[in-house]
C-alpha cells in the first residue's frame, strides 16, 4: 500500500479482494511471536477477523482511487439513505421534548426553530461527506490537511467522546423501552445489552455492511414513526398556549432550543466524511452534499417535531404524564399505549433506529482511536469497536436513571469545540486553501502538513468564547450572567471567537512558517 501510517507494521498488510472488501493479513515472524502477550493477542485477534469474508479490515489508511466503488446510478440515493436511516431514531424525538417542556415553547415556535436547527446542522454534515470521495480519507485524517497533525489528534480524541456518549445515550434509551413494553419484567440493563450486541455486529464487520444495511432500514423505521403519529397525534396541541399558569416563551427560549436542534445535527459533522471513502472520485460534491443534507433534514425534522407534539399532549394525558417521570424512553412506548399488543410491537421497532444511530458513532470512534498514536493503524479496527461497545455499555448501565440530565448537558458541551473547529476548516478550505490542489498521499507526514499553530491558538480563543457565554447546570459563563434572561449563548461565541481570530493568525503563520 502507498500510504502507511508512521509506525505502520509492515508485517500487518492489507489483502486487495475488490474495491469494497478488504481482509487482513498479519504475517508474523518467530521472534515476534515470542513478544508480549498483548502483541500476540492482537495478532490473534486480527487474523480471526481478517479470515471472515467481508469484514472491513482497513483502518485510517487512505483509499486510493484504483480501491473505490464503480461509479453507480444510485450513488446519491445511498447517501440519501444514509443519513435518513441514520437519524431516524428516539434519541430526535427526546430533543424535540425539551422545546415546550424545558423552554415553554408552543407548537409553532418549537416546530420553527426546530426545523431551522436541523437544516442548518444538516448542512454542515453534508458539507463535510463530501470530503470522503475527495480525499480517499477519513473525516478528521482530512482536517489535518486543514488544522495540523498534532491539533487534529487533540479533536480526534474529543470526538471519541462525543461518539461514546451518543453510544451511551441510545443504549440507554433502547433499554428504557424495552423494560417499559415488558412490563417491568425485563430490567434496563438487559435492553442496553441488546442495543450494544446488535451495533456491535454490524459496526465490527465495517461501513459497507453499514450501508447495505441503511438501504433498507429506513423502511421499517420510517412506517413506526407513521404508526406512533396516527397513534399519538390526536393528543398534540398544535394551537398556542392559552393558559395564564404558564408564562410565555422569551427570544432567549427559543434560541436555546434552536440551539440545542442544531447541536444534534451538527455533532455528526467530524465523521461524515467516514463512510463515503469507498465512493469515486468523480462523485459530484454539490450533488452529495444536497443529498446527505437533505436526508439528515428530512430525519431529524420528522423526529424532532414528533417530540415537540409528544411534549405539547403530555399535560393533558395522565398515561404521559406517568410515563413522562418514569423515563423519556417510556413516554415513547406510551405512545403507542392504545394500539395494545401492536403498539408495543411497534416500540420494540424503535430499537432499529437507536442501532441505526448507534453504529456510525462506534465505527467512526474506532478510527478515532487509530488516529491517535503511531501505534493505533496496528491495533484491528475490530478490537477498538469492541472495545468501545463495552466501554458505553457499562457507562449506560450506570447512569441509566440519568437520562435526562445527560441529554441537556451533553448536546450542547460537544458542540462546544465541534463549531470551533468546524469554522477552522471552513475558513481554511475556503480562504487560504481555494482553488489550490491537496496532495492526499501526504495525509501522514507532519513535516508536509500545516504546523497548526494558529489553528491551535484560534481553537484556544473558541474555547473561551464557549466558557464565557455558556449556561449549564454546572456552570455559567459571565457573558451569560450579565444577559437578563438565561440563555446558553456558549456555541455561538465559540464559533464568532475561533472565525475572527483565525484568518490573521494563520497569515502570521504563513508569513513565518511558509506551510
Known amino acids: 500500500m502507498a500510504d502507511t501510517e508512521q509506525g505502520y507494521d509492515p508485517k500487518v498488510q492489507v489483502k486487495e479482494t475488490g474495491p469494497q472488501v478488504h481482509t487482513l493479513e498479519l504475517l508474523s515472524t518467530d521472534a515476534e511471536l515470542k513478544g ?16 471472515v469474508s467481508g469484514v472491513e479490515a482497513r483502518g485510517i489508511e487512505r483509499v486510493a482511487d484504483d480501491e473505490r466503488q464503480a461509479p453507480a446510478p444510485n450513488t446519491y440515493t445511498r447517501i440519501f439513505l444514509l443519513w435518513l436511516s441514520s437519524a431516524l431514531t428516539g434519541n430526535n424525538i427526546i430533543v424535540g421534548l425539551y422545546g415546550p417542556s424545558l423552554y415553554g415553547l408552543d407548537w409553532s415556535q418549537a416546530t420553527i426553530c426546530a426545523t431551522l436547527g436541523v437544516i442548518l446542522g444538516s448542512m454542515c454534515v453534508g458539507y463535510m461527506s463530501t470530503w470522503g470521495p475527495k480525499s480517499g480519507n477519513r473525516t478528521l485524517v482530512v482536517t489535518r490537511y486543514f488544522l495540523g497533525y498534532y491539533l487534529s489528534k487533540a479533536c480526534c480524541l474529543l470526538n471519541i467522546f462525543t461518539m461514546l456518549g451518543y453510544g451511551m445515550v441510545n443504549c440507554i434509551l433502547g433499554g428504557q423501552v424495552i423494560y417499559t413494553v415488558s412490563g ?4 434496563v440493563p438487559v435492553g442496553i445489552i441488546v442495543v450494544s450486541i446488535l451495533t456491535w455486529f454490524i459496526a465490527t464487520l465495517g461501513v459497507h455492511l453499514f450501508q447495505f444495511y441503511t438501504r433498507y432500514a429506513w423502511i421499517i423505521q420510517i412506517l413506526t414513526l407513521a404508526i406512533m403519529i396516527g397513534s399519538a397525534g390526536p393528543s398534540f396541541i398544535t394551537s398556542p398556549f392559552l393558559s395564564p399558569d404558564i408564562p410565555r416563551a422569551t427570544a432567549s427560549d427559543r434560541l436555546s432550543f434552536f440551539s440545542l436542534c442544531f447541536a444534534s445535527a451538527i455533532t455528526w459533522a467530524p465523521a461524515s466524511a467516514d463512510y463515503f471513502v469507498y465512493f469515486p472520485t468523480a462523485t459530484n460534491s454539490w450533488r452529495m452534499f444536497l443529498a446527505g443534507s437533505a436526508g439528515m433534514s428530512l430525519a431529524m425534522a420528522l423526529t424532532t417535531l414528533l417530540g415537540i407534539g409528544l411534549a405539547t399532549g403530555i399535560d393533558s394525558n395522565q398515561a404521559w404524564i406517568e410515563a413522562s417521570l418514569a423515563s423519556p424512553g417510556s413516554l415513547l412506548a406510551a405512545s403507542f399505549s392504545n394500539l395494545h399488543g401492536f403498539g408495543r410491537f411497534c416500540a420494540v421497532i424503535l430499537l432499529l433506529g ?8 462506534t465505527y467512526s470512534a474506532g478510527l478515532n ?19 468501545e461497545v463495552v466501554i458505553y455499555t457499562v457507562c449506560a448501565i450506570v447512569a441509566r436513571e ?3 440530565e445527560i441529554m441537556e448537558n451533553f448536546l450542547p458541551l460537544m458542540s462546544y469545540w465541534i463549531v470551533a473547529w468546524l469554522a ?6 475556503w480562504i487560504f486553501r481555494r482553488g489550490r490542489d491537496y496532495d492526499w498521499a501526504n495525509w501522514n507526514n507532519p513535516h508536509r502538513l500545516p504546523m497548526g499553530l494558529a489553528a491551535g491558538a484560534s481553537f484556544v480563543f473558541g474555547i473561551l468564547g464557549a466558557v464565557l457565554g455558556m449556561s449549564q447546570s454546572y456552570f455559567v459563563g459571565p457573558i451569560a450572567k450579565a444577559l437578563p434572561q438565561k440563555c446558553d449563548l456558549g456555541m455561538w461565541l465559540a464559533f464568532g471567537f475561533t472565525a475572527v481570530v483565525y484568518p490573521a493568525f494563520r497569515c502570521a503563520e504563513l508569513h513565518v512558517v511558509g506551510r
Open 424 to 429: 477552522l476548516c471552513l475558513e481554511e478550505a
Open 36 to 51: 508480549s502477550n498483548f502483541q500476540r493477542g492482537i495478532a490473534v485477534f486480527g487474523r480471526v477477523f481478517g479470515k
Open 354 to 361: 437507536t442501532v441505526s444511530n448507534n453504529i456510525p458513532c
Open 369 to 387: 482511536l487509530q488516529m491517535l498514536g503511531r501505534y493505533g493503524p496496528r491495533i484491528p479496527r475490530p478490537l477498538l469497536t469492541t472495545l
Open 402 to 404: 440519568y437520562l435526562r
Open 184 to 187: 417491568g419484567r425485563t430490567a
